[in-house]
């Protein structure tokens, strides 16, 4: 199950349950990182996901997205295990937590067999425009994939995403907007439009045979990003999961 993260509260920290991320008692919120996980790893059994000793999943599945908990500024221990058998360590590595950014640590699966995880900063665009969010593509699906995202009757958004790679975040005007995912070959015009908007002047092309389509929905002021998970050859078909930063 996916635990609630208690916010700390001063100058004594709430009292989580065992299972829940442990909160050290110093002088303020601004003293930690906030990090969650994504499972996008495409195995037929759940893992427990860990920082040190704070469980933020002890079943998690792919697809599976954490809440996000507490992490002091500094280096700590990311671990992911079997959750049949604690004993197997399927991934272990220090990773380096600021004191006031968010990240997403994705577990995937290993271009050498296994898994690794990725760790993303959530840290979103600042200073938009009044009636604008931003929006960004990470490729977190399977060794040696990339795409084209695509924005039909406009043209492309971003291109060549290649397997592991996080695109940078374009300014996107507020709205709903249905991009198609692509391959690689797709889309001849070397041009990426700068602003994302329903109205942008493009190619005016259809993405042929696009291989998923994703429906966003652009609020004024948020940062949101789409993980693209899974393959074609297993039960986890390739899919989006679009998160909030």
């Given amino acids: 199950s996916t635990p609630t993260f208690p916010t700390p509260t001063l100058p004594t920290p709430s009292l989580p349950s065992p299972d829940y991320p442990m909160f050290p008692n ?19 059994f759940p893992v427990r996901l860990s920082v040190d000793s ?33 004993r197997a360590i399927l991934f272990q590595k220090s990773f380096p937590f600021r004191a006031g950014e968010k990240t997403t ?15 993303v900063s959530d840290t979103g665009c600042r200073s938009l425009p009044a009636g604008s969010g931003c929006y960004r593509v990470a490729n977190m699906s399977y060794d040696g994939s990339v795409y084209n995202v695509t ?4 043209g492309v958004i971003f291109r060549g995403v290649a397997y592991n790679t996080v695109t940078s975040f374009k300014q996107a005007m507020c709205g709903s ?9 797709c889309c001849a015009s070397p041009r990426e439009i700068s602003v994302i908007a329903s ?16 429906s966003v929905e652009i609020q004024s002021g ?21 998160l909030e930063a």
Avoid: C
């Avoid at 924005?151 to 406009?154: A, E, F």
């Avoid at 109205?199 to 291989?211: C, D, E, F, R, T």
């Avoid at 940062?223 to 989006?240: D, F, V």
């Fill in 26 to 44: 110093v002088p303020g919120v601004s003293s930690f990182s906030e990090t969650r996980f994504l499972v996008a790893a495409a195995n037929s």
């Fill in 54 to 86: 704070s469980v933020y999943d002890t079943n998690a599945r792919f697809g599976t997205v954490t809440g996000r908990g507490f992490v002091s500024d500094g280096f700590h221990t990311v671990t992911v295990r079997r959750a049949d058998d604690l």
């Fill in 105 to 119: 640590l994705i577990v995937i699966d290993s271009g050498q067999g296994g898994m690794d995880v990725t760790q």
């Fill in 151 to 154: 924005l039909p009757g406009s």
């Fill in 177 to 185: 907007y249905l991009f198609d995912i692509t391959g690689a070959a």
């Fill in 199 to 214: 109205a942008a002047a493009g190619s005016g092309a259809v993405s042929p045979n696009p291989l998923l389509s994703v």
């Fill in 222 to 242: 948020k940062s949101y990003t789409t993980y693209l998970i899974g393959n074609s050859w297993s039960e986890y078909s390739l899919r989006a999961v679009t």
